[in-house]
């Protein structure tokens, strides 16, 4: 089982990197493509970018569900066959229905494809090793979207709109890879998913168990403040921030976001190697403190008037110390969510994960985007190094709610493998 398990993870993560390769020909280049290109304009623009995190609200609800009667493979195919159609039909679209549409397919099948592929990581690792496989998973994302990026840049040409149209066929062939590549990976426990379906709670049953997780519940928020307070200022606040008040050119925003990429994909397995062994908890709290000292980094930078370069190094260091946060956050709260769930509720529990995630991803941009407006800078770094501090509290207080398998696994894990009848973590069983 354990060659099998192996096996099966190493095609779902050379799957998903083929997928992340192919992301980074067009994340960068949409809001572009879309407004200049087919000449719809920013305010169209604004609404396919808008459209990805409305459709992904939508699905995920039924997502986890599906995922916990169906099991991940056929789920996760799906979604890639609804992403590979909206990508392609980005690509090919000149109206503007269209291209909402398209945006709505290529935002709800990639909704679908996360917690399923998370689900199957979760199937394919153990509590010791889930840790190193969530942040492999990760590091392929970054590396796949980072060469992805600098290749579509080298074939993308606002003169030529058919360049577009090969980087939007190239993800639409990624996605179809990470489909075929999924459909034929032998997941341990898919056989048997039949059985689950048959004595699983039912939906509404399935949501009021997730929300009497105290422990679930307190992830959920801070998942919710994380990725407000990071990922959803990547492309709104900060940028803002940094070309307004730092006063960066846009190469160098482009340098500063590169930095954040390299310290994700050179420090991942040095982070992982120190945080892997210690609580959960206070790996999370550290991802607080250290994202207060990145705005704090952020909020001088707009305070040096002598020196540019400085003001330059500073900004640039903030997003190098997200990424750092990032590299502690990937081997500890997707495995941490895996290991709170139920063994019928793996699906349900990663989608709810997931479902927090873009509503923050959706009102972390809008709310920066009405402090950048109103020129509200000062207010915008103090509210996220308060949100940045209140990551580091609430991880603390979340530990009192949580086992020590769940909270620190590998010394645990240790101690089970040399017991004569090891009894799996809730997250490991395969209903039979």
């Not at 840790?131 to 290749?151: D, E, H, K, P, T």
């Not at 509503?359 to 402090?371: D, M, R, S, W």
Request: hydrophobic content about 55%; some cysteine.
């Amino acid at each position: 089982m354990t060659t099998a398990m192996g096996a099966a993870l190493r095609r779902i993560q050379l799957g998903n990197a083929l997928s992340a390769f192919g992301n980074g020909f067009t994340v960068p280049f949409t809001f572009v493509y879309v407004s200049q290109v087919r000449g719809l304009g920013a305010g169209i623009a604004g609404a396919v970018l808008a459209t990805f995190a409305v459709a992904a609200l939508f699905v995920l609800p039924f997502t986890g569900r599906a995922i916990d009667r169906r099991g991940p493979v056929p789920v996760a195919v799906v979604g890639t066959v609804l992403a590979a159609c909206g990508s392609l039909g980005l690509g090919l679209s000149g109206s503007e229905a269209g291209v909402i549409a398209a945006a709505g397919a290529l935002g709800a099948g990639i909704a679908v494809v996360q917690p399923a592929l998370a689900t199957m990581i979760v199937w394919c690792s153990t509590t010791a090793t889930r840790s190193r496989a969530f942040a492999m998973q990760f590091f392929l994302n970054n590396l796949g979207l980072g060469v992805g990026g600098l290749i579509g840049g080298l074939i993308v040409d606002t003169a030529h709109p058919s360049s577009f149209i090969r980087l939007f066929a190239i993800e639409a062939a990624m996605f179809l890879v990470l489909g075929a590549v999924i459909a034929t990976a032998r997941v341990p426990g898919a056989p048997r998913i039949a059985a689950v379906g048959r004595t699983e709670p039912g939906a509404g049953a399935a949501w009021r168990a997730l929300l009497r997780d105290r422990a679930m519940v307190m992830v959920c928020v801070l998942g919710f403040v994380m990725f407000f307070a990071c990922y959803g200022q990547f492309e709104s606040g900060l940028s803002a921030f940094a070309v307004e008040v730092t006063h960066i050119s846009p190469a160098t925003l482009g340098a500063a976001l590169a930095a954040n990429t390299a310290m994700i994909v050179l420090a991942q397995f040095v982070v992982l190697r120190l945080v892997e062994r210690r609580r959960r908890s206070r790996v999370i709290a550290a991802v607080g403190l250290v994202w207060a000292v990145a705005w704090l980094a952020a909020g001088v930078s707009g305070l040096i008037n002598g020196s540019h370069t400085l003001a330059v190094a500073a900004i640039i260091s903030t997003y190098a110390l997200f990424g750092l946060g990032e590299a502690m956050l990937a081997p500890t709260v997707n495995p941490l969510v895996a290991d709170l769930a139920p063994e019928r509720m793996v699906g349900q529990y990663n989608s709810a994960f997931a479902l927090v995630k873009q509503l923050a991803l959706a009102l972390g941009p809008a709310a920066a985007g009405v402090i950048a407006a109103a020129g509200a800078y000062d207010a915008y770094i103090v509210l996220l190094v308060v949100c940045s501090l209140a990551i580091s509290v609430t991880a603390l207080r979340m530990a009192r709610h949580l086992s020590p398998v769940q909270d620190s696994p590998a010394p645990v894990a240790r101690v089970v493998a040399q017991s004569a009848r090891p009894e799996p973590a809730a997250a490991e069983r395969i209903p039979g």
